[in-house]
Protein backbone atom coordinates (compact mmCIF):
# COMPACT_ATOMS: atom_id res chain seq x y z
CA UNK A 1 0.00 0.00 0.00
CA UNK A 2 1.59 3.49 -0.40
CA UNK A 3 2.36 4.75 2.70
CA UNK A 4 0.36 7.84 2.50
CA UNK A 5 -2.39 9.68 -0.17
CA UNK A 6 0.26 11.33 -2.59
CA UNK A 7 3.97 13.05 -3.12
CA UNK A 8 3.22 15.27 -5.45
CA UNK A 9 -0.56 16.55 -6.69
CA UNK A 10 -0.54 14.53 -9.69
CA UNK A 11 -1.66 11.99 -7.75
CA UNK A 12 -5.06 11.03 -5.63
CA UNK A 13 -3.60 7.88 -3.58
CA UNK A 14 -1.05 6.32 -6.34
CA UNK A 15 -3.09 7.33 -9.27
CA UNK A 16 -1.76 10.07 -11.58
CA UNK A 17 -4.80 13.15 -11.87
CA UNK A 18 -5.40 13.81 -15.37
CA UNK A 19 -3.15 16.89 -16.69
CA UNK A 20 -6.41 18.26 -17.19
CA UNK A 21 -8.05 18.16 -14.00
CA UNK A 22 -10.58 20.86 -12.86
CA UNK A 23 -9.36 23.71 -10.87
CA UNK A 24 -10.50 26.30 -8.74
CA UNK A 25 -10.49 29.95 -8.25
CA UNK A 26 -10.53 31.94 -5.06
CA UNK A 27 -14.34 33.44 -6.08
CA UNK A 28 -15.61 29.74 -6.44
CA UNK A 29 -18.03 28.52 -3.89
CA UNK A 30 -17.77 25.07 -1.84
CA UNK A 31 -19.95 23.53 -3.46
CA UNK A 32 -19.46 24.01 -6.86
CA UNK A 33 -15.38 23.25 -6.02
CA UNK A 34 -16.79 19.47 -4.18
CA UNK A 35 -18.67 19.02 -7.49
CA UNK A 36 -15.63 19.91 -9.80
CA UNK A 37 -13.35 17.55 -7.24
CA UNK A 38 -15.76 14.70 -7.87
CA UNK A 39 -15.83 15.15 -11.40
CA UNK A 40 -11.70 14.71 -11.88
CA UNK A 41 -11.64 11.64 -9.74
CA UNK A 42 -14.39 10.71 -11.39
CA UNK A 43 -12.75 10.96 -14.58
CA UNK A 44 -9.73 9.31 -13.23
CA UNK A 45 -11.61 6.32 -12.28
CA UNK A 46 -13.42 6.13 -15.66
CA UNK A 47 -9.67 5.80 -17.08
CA UNK A 48 -8.78 2.48 -15.47
CA UNK A 49 -9.17 -0.99 -17.76
CA UNK A 50 -11.52 -3.39 -15.61
CA UNK A 51 -9.50 -6.38 -15.11
CA UNK A 52 -10.92 -9.74 -14.98
CA UNK A 53 -10.51 -11.43 -11.14
CA UNK A 54 -8.10 -14.13 -12.26
CA UNK A 55 -6.44 -13.86 -15.70
CA UNK A 56 -3.46 -15.97 -17.18
CA UNK A 57 -1.71 -13.56 -18.33
CA UNK A 58 1.87 -15.79 -20.09
CA UNK A 59 2.46 -19.80 -19.68
CA UNK A 60 4.06 -19.26 -16.60
CA UNK A 61 1.80 -16.29 -14.56
CA UNK A 62 -1.69 -16.10 -13.76
CA UNK A 63 -2.52 -12.90 -11.72
CA UNK A 64 -5.33 -12.95 -9.20
CA UNK A 65 -6.36 -9.54 -7.93
CA UNK A 66 -6.82 -8.94 -4.22
CA UNK A 67 -10.46 -8.05 -4.44
CA UNK A 68 -9.72 -4.17 -2.83
CA UNK A 69 -9.98 -1.68 -5.94
CA UNK A 70 -10.07 2.03 -4.78
CA UNK A 71 -7.95 5.24 -5.21
CA UNK A 72 -5.21 3.87 -3.32
CA UNK A 73 -4.91 0.56 -5.01
CA UNK A 74 -6.20 1.16 -8.52
CA UNK A 75 -8.43 -2.02 -10.05
CA UNK A 76 -7.09 -3.70 -6.66
CA UNK A 77 -3.58 -5.28 -5.43
CA UNK A 78 -2.06 -7.58 -7.52
CA UNK A 79 -0.86 -10.84 -7.04
CA UNK A 80 0.99 -13.62 -8.92
CA UNK A 81 1.09 -16.95 -9.22
CA UNK A 82 4.32 -17.87 -11.19
CA UNK A 83 5.38 -21.56 -12.10
CA UNK A 84 4.13 -24.47 -14.48
CA UNK A 85 4.30 -27.51 -12.31
CA UNK A 86 2.36 -28.79 -9.27
CA UNK A 87 4.74 -26.49 -6.81
CA UNK A 88 4.13 -22.59 -7.55
CA UNK A 89 5.56 -19.52 -6.35
CA UNK A 90 3.14 -16.89 -5.30
CA UNK A 91 3.87 -13.03 -5.32
CA UNK A 92 2.14 -10.83 -2.73
CA UNK A 93 -1.36 -11.38 -1.00
CA UNK A 94 -3.43 -8.62 -1.36
CA UNK A 95 -5.37 -7.32 1.81
CA UNK A 96 -6.91 -9.82 2.85
CA UNK A 97 -10.08 -10.27 1.54
CA UNK A 98 -11.88 -13.53 1.42
CA UNK A 99 -12.56 -13.36 -2.47
CA UNK A 100 -8.93 -13.70 -3.01
CA UNK A 101 -8.04 -16.62 -0.93
CA UNK A 102 -11.22 -18.56 -2.71
CA UNK A 103 -9.85 -17.77 -6.21
CA UNK A 104 -6.42 -18.69 -5.04
CA UNK A 105 -7.82 -21.72 -3.96
CA UNK A 106 -9.89 -22.65 -7.04
CA UNK A 107 -6.92 -21.45 -9.42
CA UNK A 108 -5.11 -23.62 -7.67
CA UNK A 109 -7.50 -26.31 -7.45
CA UNK A 110 -8.26 -26.13 -11.25
CA UNK A 111 -4.03 -25.78 -11.92
CA UNK A 112 -3.74 -28.91 -9.35
CA UNK A 113 -1.10 -27.03 -7.75
CA UNK A 114 0.26 -25.75 -4.27
CA UNK A 115 2.21 -22.74 -3.43
CA UNK A 116 5.36 -23.45 -2.04
CA UNK A 117 7.13 -20.39 -1.41
CA UNK A 118 5.53 -16.64 -1.13
CA UNK A 119 7.29 -13.92 -1.95
CA UNK A 120 6.29 -10.42 -0.50
CA UNK A 121 7.25 -7.62 -2.21
CA UNK A 122 7.23 -4.79 0.51
CA UNK A 123 5.50 -4.32 3.72
CA UNK A 124 2.47 -2.47 3.03
CA UNK A 125 -0.82 -3.91 4.28
CA UNK A 126 -2.21 -4.54 0.51
CA UNK A 127 0.41 -6.71 -0.23
CA UNK A 128 0.81 -8.70 2.90
CA UNK A 129 -2.59 -8.73 4.59
CA UNK A 130 -3.22 -11.99 2.83
CA UNK A 131 -0.52 -13.75 4.82
CA UNK A 132 -2.70 -15.37 7.49
CA UNK A 133 -5.61 -16.69 5.08
CA UNK A 134 -2.76 -18.01 3.00
CA UNK A 135 -1.20 -19.69 5.95
CA UNK A 136 -4.49 -21.46 7.13
CA UNK A 137 -4.69 -22.94 3.59
CA UNK A 138 -1.44 -24.04 3.04
CA UNK A 139 0.39 -24.39 6.44
CA UNK A 140 3.50 -25.75 5.25
CA UNK A 141 4.28 -22.46 2.70
CA UNK A 142 7.45 -20.73 3.56
CA UNK A 143 6.86 -16.73 3.41
CA UNK A 144 9.97 -14.57 1.98
CA UNK A 145 10.53 -10.93 2.58
CA UNK A 146 13.30 -8.26 3.00
CA UNK A 147 13.62 -7.05 6.60
CA UNK A 148 10.90 -10.22 7.78
CA UNK A 149 8.60 -9.87 10.46
CA UNK A 150 8.62 -12.80 12.89
CA UNK A 151 8.13 -16.22 11.28
CA UNK A 152 8.96 -15.13 8.08
CA UNK A 153 12.66 -15.77 5.48
CA UNK A 154 14.49 -13.28 4.59
CA UNK A 155 14.86 -12.25 1.39
CA UNK A 156 18.97 -11.13 -0.15
CA UNK A 157 19.60 -9.05 -3.17
CA UNK A 158 19.86 -11.46 -5.88
CA UNK A 159 18.11 -14.55 -4.21
CA UNK A 160 16.95 -17.24 -6.47
CA UNK A 161 13.42 -18.35 -6.51
CA UNK A 162 12.96 -21.50 -8.73
CA UNK A 163 10.16 -23.70 -10.00
CA UNK A 164 9.06 -25.85 -12.54
CA UNK A 165 9.35 -23.51 -15.66
CA UNK A 166 10.04 -20.34 -13.22
CA UNK A 167 13.38 -18.74 -12.12
CA UNK A 168 12.83 -15.55 -9.89
CA UNK A 169 15.78 -13.29 -9.25
CA UNK A 170 15.14 -10.82 -6.51
CA UNK A 171 16.21 -7.07 -6.72
CA UNK A 172 16.54 -5.16 -3.49
CA UNK A 173 15.19 -1.57 -4.93
CA UNK A 174 14.11 0.37 -2.01
CA UNK A 175 12.59 3.70 -2.71
CA UNK A 176 8.87 2.98 -2.42
CA UNK A 177 9.83 1.08 1.03
CA UNK A 178 13.13 0.20 2.11
CA UNK A 179 12.31 -3.04 2.07
CA UNK A 180 11.22 -3.19 -1.86
CA UNK A 181 11.95 -6.34 -3.85
CA UNK A 182 11.56 -6.51 -7.43
CA UNK A 183 11.73 -10.03 -9.46
CA UNK A 184 12.89 -10.90 -12.58
CA UNK A 185 11.45 -14.25 -14.36
CA UNK A 186 14.08 -14.97 -16.06
CA UNK A 187 12.85 -17.37 -18.57
CA UNK A 188 10.48 -14.46 -19.82
CA UNK A 189 13.16 -11.57 -19.23
CA UNK A 190 9.81 -9.32 -17.55
CA UNK A 191 10.05 -7.89 -14.05
CA UNK A 192 7.35 -7.97 -11.08
CA UNK A 193 8.51 -4.33 -10.13
CA UNK A 194 6.10 -4.11 -6.99
CA UNK A 195 5.05 -0.72 -6.26
CA UNK A 196 7.79 1.43 -7.54
CA UNK A 197 6.77 0.83 -10.81
CA UNK A 198 2.57 1.26 -11.72
CA UNK A 199 0.23 0.31 -14.42
CA UNK A 200 -1.45 3.53 -14.30
CA UNK A 201 -0.30 6.81 -12.67
CA UNK A 202 2.86 7.74 -10.71
CA UNK A 203 4.28 6.01 -7.35
CA UNK A 204 4.97 7.14 -3.98
CA UNK A 205 8.13 7.28 -2.19
CA UNK A 206 10.22 7.52 0.80
CA UNK A 207 13.03 8.70 -0.47
CA UNK A 208 13.93 10.34 -3.80
CA UNK A 209 17.72 9.66 -4.35
CA UNK A 210 17.27 6.27 -3.42
CA UNK A 211 14.15 5.47 -5.51
CA UNK A 212 15.73 6.89 -8.65
CA UNK A 213 18.72 4.95 -7.97
CA UNK A 214 16.54 1.91 -7.91
CA UNK A 215 14.93 2.61 -11.21
CA UNK A 216 17.72 3.16 -12.84
CA UNK A 217 19.03 -0.77 -11.76
CA UNK A 218 15.54 -2.09 -12.24
CA UNK A 219 15.61 -0.47 -15.90
CA UNK A 220 18.85 -2.28 -17.17
CA UNK A 221 17.91 -5.57 -15.33
CA UNK A 222 15.20 -6.71 -18.28
CA UNK A 223 14.32 -5.66 -21.52
CA UNK A 224 10.27 -7.40 -21.66
CA UNK A 225 7.19 -6.38 -20.08
CA UNK A 226 6.56 -5.67 -16.32
CA UNK A 227 4.23 -6.40 -14.09
CA UNK A 228 3.21 -4.29 -11.09
CA UNK A 229 1.82 -4.27 -7.86
CA UNK A 230 -1.43 -2.27 -8.91
CA UNK A 231 -2.99 -2.01 -12.83
CA UNK A 232 -2.33 -3.24 -16.21
CA UNK A 233 0.65 -4.64 -17.45
CA UNK A 234 3.50 -2.70 -19.37
CA UNK A 235 4.02 -4.32 -22.64
CA UNK A 236 7.18 -2.25 -22.35
CA UNK A 237 8.61 -2.54 -18.86
CA UNK A 238 12.17 -0.37 -19.38
CA UNK A 239 10.14 2.02 -21.65
CA UNK A 240 8.17 3.42 -18.64
CA UNK A 241 10.28 3.28 -16.12
CA UNK A 242 12.70 6.08 -18.13
CA UNK A 243 9.31 7.78 -18.35
CA UNK A 244 9.28 7.79 -14.18
CA UNK A 245 12.73 8.96 -14.02
CA UNK A 246 12.08 11.37 -16.57
CA UNK A 247 9.20 13.03 -15.16
CA UNK A 248 11.00 12.95 -11.71
CA UNK A 249 14.07 14.87 -13.51
CA UNK A 250 11.52 16.92 -14.67
CA UNK A 251 10.10 18.13 -11.59
CA UNK A 252 13.47 18.99 -10.26
CA UNK A 253 13.96 21.02 -13.23
CA UNK A 254 10.90 22.94 -12.18
CA UNK A 255 12.01 23.31 -8.78
CA UNK A 256 15.21 24.49 -9.77
CA UNK A 257 13.32 27.31 -12.42
CA UNK A 258 11.28 28.45 -9.38
CA UNK A 259 14.36 29.19 -7.23
CA UNK A 260 15.62 30.98 -9.97
CA UNK A 261 13.37 33.80 -9.67
CA UNK A 262 13.17 36.21 -7.17
CA UNK A 263 9.40 36.45 -5.29
CA UNK A 264 6.94 38.48 -7.45
CA UNK A 265 9.58 38.94 -10.57
CA UNK A 266 9.31 36.43 -12.83
CA UNK A 267 12.27 35.85 -14.54
CA UNK A 268 15.17 37.24 -12.46
CA UNK A 269 17.64 35.58 -12.11
CA UNK A 270 19.35 34.76 -9.16
CA UNK A 271 23.64 36.20 -9.71
CA UNK A 272 24.67 34.67 -6.26
CA UNK A 273 23.71 33.33 -2.75
CA UNK A 274 23.14 37.20 -1.21
CA UNK A 275 20.70 37.71 -4.45
CA UNK A 276 18.78 34.52 -4.01
CA UNK A 277 15.47 35.25 -3.09
CA UNK A 278 14.29 32.23 -0.39
CA UNK A 279 11.56 29.95 -0.37
CA UNK A 280 9.21 27.93 1.49
CA UNK A 281 8.72 24.54 0.06
CA UNK A 282 4.63 25.34 0.22
CA UNK A 283 5.88 28.44 -2.00
CA UNK A 284 7.16 26.32 -4.44
CA UNK A 285 4.39 23.84 -4.63
CA UNK A 286 1.78 26.61 -4.94
CA UNK A 287 3.91 27.99 -8.11
CA UNK A 288 4.40 25.12 -9.79
CA UNK A 289 0.91 23.82 -8.87
CA UNK A 290 -0.98 26.65 -9.63
CA UNK A 291 -3.35 24.96 -11.82
CA UNK A 292 -4.36 21.93 -9.06
CA UNK A 293 -6.99 21.91 -6.50
CA UNK A 294 -5.34 23.41 -3.38
CA UNK A 295 -6.79 20.96 -1.61
CA UNK A 296 -3.75 18.83 -2.86
CA UNK A 297 -1.22 20.98 -1.98
CA UNK A 298 -0.89 20.39 1.45
CA UNK A 299 -0.24 16.60 0.61
CA UNK A 300 1.75 17.80 -2.59
CA UNK A 301 3.74 19.48 -0.09
CA UNK A 302 6.35 16.19 0.52
CA UNK A 303 7.50 15.30 -3.33
CA UNK A 304 8.77 18.91 -3.33
CA UNK A 305 10.71 18.73 0.26
CA UNK A 306 12.19 15.30 -1.20
CA UNK A 307 13.38 17.38 -4.14
CA UNK A 308 14.46 20.25 -2.56
CA UNK A 309 16.26 17.65 0.16
CA UNK A 310 17.80 15.87 -3.29
CA UNK A 311 18.90 19.38 -4.49
CA UNK A 312 20.77 19.85 -1.18
CA UNK A 313 22.88 16.64 -0.99
CA UNK A 314 24.12 17.75 -4.56
CA UNK A 315 24.77 20.67 -3.29
CA UNK A 316 22.56 22.89 -5.61
CA UNK A 317 20.58 24.62 -2.63
CA UNK A 318 20.65 26.00 0.90
CA UNK A 319 18.46 25.61 3.59
CA UNK A 320 17.61 27.72 6.64
CA UNK A 321 15.00 26.45 9.23
CA UNK A 322 12.34 26.05 6.78
CA UNK A 323 13.49 28.36 3.83
CA UNK A 324 15.37 27.15 0.55
CA UNK A 325 17.29 29.20 -1.89
CA UNK A 326 19.57 28.39 -4.96
CA UNK A 327 22.90 28.25 -4.63
CA UNK A 328 24.92 30.82 -7.67
CA UNK A 329 26.43 28.52 -9.36
CA UNK A 330 23.48 26.08 -9.66
CA UNK A 331 21.30 29.15 -11.34
CA UNK A 332 23.99 29.21 -14.49
Not at 263 to 271: L, Q
Not at 317 to 330: C, I, P, Y
Request: hydrophobic residues 35%; glycine residues 8%; aromatic residues 4%.
Amino acid sequence: MPSSPINEPRLIGIASLPESSTTTSKNESLSTFMISLKNTIKKMATQLVSLPEVERLSPTIIRILGGNPGKFTLQGTNTYLVGKGSNRLLIDTGDGKESWIQNLKETLEKEQATVTSCILTHWHPDHVGGVGHLLEYLPKTVIHKNSPDKGQTDIKDGQIFATEGATLRAVHSPGHTHDHMALVLEEENVMFTGDNVLGHGTAVFEDLVTYLNSLERMRGLFSGKAYPGHGTVLEDGPSRIGEYIRHRKERESQVIQVLKSAKNKPGVTVASDEEADEWTSMEIVKIIYKNVPENLHVPANGGIVQILNKLHSDDKVAKEQDKWKLKARAAL
